[in-house]
């Protein structure tokens, strides 16, 4: 099946630094991928839709400045938060799509926990 | 604009019985259904998808899932549910085209008893 992977799995950063997520499906070609945060105990928000060599598309109330997602691949897609707070703390998760025999199934990466102290 | 509605927030249930997790949705076209399971400390995996056809859907562990058009719901079933199947179920729809964004509920956390 489709895997997709996300580096780094946790990661700890002091407040006002940037941190790299990456996101990597790792045997098929996204067109699409998607990132989302999960808070404890809740569902899943879309944060950014990102299409391979094309502007994200955020969705309401997501800052775009604060976090920039970089799609420059087709195996890979980047979320970076610029100047991490702590309530920026949570977890991230990416998905991505292909498009073969018209499956839109999106795979899902394990997610990376961030912690901003 | 979509959402998806999961009335069961936390279901507790003895090994054995039956299950059945509610999941109702509001989307103005055709959609595709989805229900993803997250094992404690696991990604979210998908369990059963729904894209057309057959509107009785099975999908992996035993799970099946039924789409009721008319009444907008795409409910999750399992006739004996094990220890194993402790986890959070997430209830999702997305439009039918391959850039349409999927939206999720708000997940129903299941407890099993041995």
């Known amino acids: 099946g489709a895997v997709v992977s996300q580096h780094p799995s946790r990661v700890i950063c002091k407040s006002g630094t940037s941190v790299k997520i990456e996101c990597r499906s790792l045997?098929?070609?996204?067109?699409?991928m998607f990132w989302y945060r999960q808070f404890p105990k809740q569902s899943l928000m879309l944060m950014a839709t990102?299409?391979?060599?094309?502007?994200?598309?955020?969705e309401q109330g997501v800052e775009k400045d604060k976090f920039l997602i970089n799609h420059a691949s087709l195996t890979l897609s980047t979320l970076t938060v610029t100047s991490a707070h702590p309530e920026d703390s949570s977890f991230y998760i990416c998905?991505?799509?292909?498009f073969g025999t018209g499956d839109y199934e999106q795979y899902f990466g394990p997610g990376t926990r961030l912690t901003v102290t | 604009a979509q959402s998806v509605s999961q009335h069961n927030h936390h279901v507790i249930l003895s090994e054995a019985a039956s299950l059945e997790l509610g999941c109702n949705y509001s989307?103005?076209?055709?959609?595709?259904l989805f229900w993803y399971v997250q094992y404690p400390g696991q990604h979210l995996q998908l369990l059963l998808k729904?894209?057309?056809?057959?509107?009785l859907v099975k999908g992996i562990k035993g799970f099946e899932a039924e789409f009721i058009k008319s009444k907008f719901s795409f409910n999750l079933r399992k006739p004996s549910v094990q220890w194993s199947d402790t986890a959070e179920y997430f209830c999702?729809?997305?439009?039918?085209?391959?850039?349409?964004?999927?939206?999720f509920g708000t997940g129903t956390k299941l407890q099993v008893i041995p």
């Open positions: 998905s991505a799509k292909f």
């Open positions: 999702a729809v997305t439009g039918s085209g391959g850039y349409q964004k999927v939206t």
């Open positions: 990102s299409n391979e060599g094309s502007k994200a598309t955020y």
């Open positions: 989307y103005g076209g055709t959609v595709n």
């Open positions: 045997d098929f070609q996204a067109t699409t």
């Open positions: 729904y894209f057309s056809g057959d509107p």
